[in-house]
């Protein structure tokens, strides 16, 4: 199963990233920490060819930091490219580490002027919460839906940088189903273009396979439940996702399921890991 969501807006977005992208120094990629290589877009590797990068992994605080670790010493081990994940919780820090990685990296510029550098990613990731970061106050709009950002704004920071935000950018068709199902599952792709079933059966399996110990605690079961399904249904019982008659309703248990993980009330979880590990 292949899944299809490619606003019209997004064809816009990308001609001016193609655009844009001759007369930047540097590309910060935004990558959510959950899912560090389902959310690389394939198109944002095409367009930068061998400009320097830097990784983002946002949401680090949702994200099981021994795997975050391991996410960012294997993107470290690319060419050019560095690495780090960051949290809303520290934004001094996070400023700190992008100039500190544009001096590593040896971004060039011509003189008189600051680094140019380009924000982007998949949507809903943290792109213009990071701006807001390095800006040290609210420029861009945020949400916590998909598309949000539909348009390019770029600001000067303290420091001379040039910075631009570009919308989020998916890539036409994403063959990998379970590469979709993750960027589904994470939020990446809105609600209206996926099934809570699928996505709710989908990230049901991966935690009782990965995070067993953490679906026990959250939802105080007896012992672990003997497949996806039953799990959703558990869940639906607890919070009452049920229709008249008290019959269960296992898309509305999918539904809470998701956006439990999603807000990060099942605990600290990355849904894959490096190829190494």
């Not at 924000?119 to 949000?148: C, E, Q």
């Not at 049901?204 to 399904?229: F, I, S």
Request: hydrophobic share 45%.
């Amino acid at each position: 199963m292949s899944l299809q969501w490619y606003p019209g807006h997004m064809t816009k977005a990308r001609r001016e990233l193609a655009a844009l992208m001759p007369s930047q120094d540097v590309v910060i990629e935004v990558l959510d920490a959950r899912l560090p290589l389902a959310s690389c877009n394939p198109l944002i590797a095409q367009l930068r060819q061998d400009k320097p990068l830097i990784r983002v992994l946002t949401k680090g605080d949702l994200a099981d930091p021994d795997v975050t670790r391991a996410w960012v010493d294997c993107f470290q081990s690319e060419p050019g490219v560095s690495a780090f994940a960051s949290t809303t919780a520290d934004p001094k820090a996070v400023r700190k580490r992008i100039a500190e990685l544009c001096r590593q990296l040896q971004v060039p510029r011509s003189p008189g002027r600051g680094v140019r550098a380009l924000i982007a990613g998949v949507p809903n990731v943290g792109k213009s919460t990071l701006l807001n970061i390095l800006m040290n106050r609210v420029v861009a709009t945020v949400g916590d839906k998909p598309a949000v950002t539909t348009l390019q704004q770029t600001v000067t920071l303290v420091g001379g940088m040039l910075v631009t935000d570009t919308p989020g950018l998916m890539w036409p068709k994403i063959e990998d189903e379970a590469r979709a199902f993750r960027l589904a599952f994470a939020g990446s792709i809105p609600d209206t273009a996926i099934d809570y079933l699928t996505i709710g059966i989908f990230g049901a399996e991966l935690l009782l396979e990965r995070y067993p110990q953490l679906v026990v605690a959250r939802y105080k079961l007896a012992g672990l439940p003997k497949d996806a399904e039953t799990l959703l249904a558990l869940v639906g019982r607890r919070h009452g996702a049920l229709r008249k008659g008290g019959v269960l309703d296992l898309h509305k248990a999918a539904e809470l399921f998701v956006h439990e993980f999603r807000a990060g009330r099942i605990g600290a979880i990355t849904l894959e890991v490096p190829p190494s590990h």
